[in-house]
């Protein structure tokens, strides 16, 4: 079998894993939910505003980043069907940052999150 066979079979596996299918369940149930949609919508109006107003110097980028944030929080709270996107994509998002560091393990030799610096985690070596 060949290297691009099997990345072949690792995306396979990867869109096949529990995570992947949540975040396709969480996904479809966002685009079918209205009032997510709407919430969507004005969470995105929100920031290209807070860009704007931080373009016009209005405000300052720490400003803008905790509206942001807020914005995103409430969003949140209003919605569950956000909410479980989001808490499904994390996850994903892990399943795949620790696969990455798998393979940049044998490419690299190097543990995931290793700095070389052993006082950043207590050493590994």
Request: proline share 2%; charged share 30%; glycine share 4%.
């Amino acid at each position: 079998m060949t290297i691009t066979e099997k990345a072949h079979e690792l995306g396979k596996m990867i869109a096949e894993c529990p995570e992947a299918e949540a975040l396709n369940l969480a996904e479809e149930a966002q685009a079918a939910d209205e009032a997510a949609q709407e919430l969507l919508k004005e969470f995105n109006l929100k920031r290209m505003n807070l860009v704007r107003d931080m373009q016009q110097e209005k405000i300052t980028r720490e400003e803008a980043a905790k509206a942001n944030s807020d914005a995103f929080a409430e969003m949140l709270e209003k919605s569950p069907t956000i909410k479980a996107y989001v808490e499904a994509k994390k996850d994903f998002d892990a399943v795949v940052q620790e696969i990455n560091g798998i393979i940049n393990y044998y490419i690299t030799g190097q543990e995931p999150g290793c700095t070389h610096d052993c006082s950043t985690c207590g050493g590994c070596h």
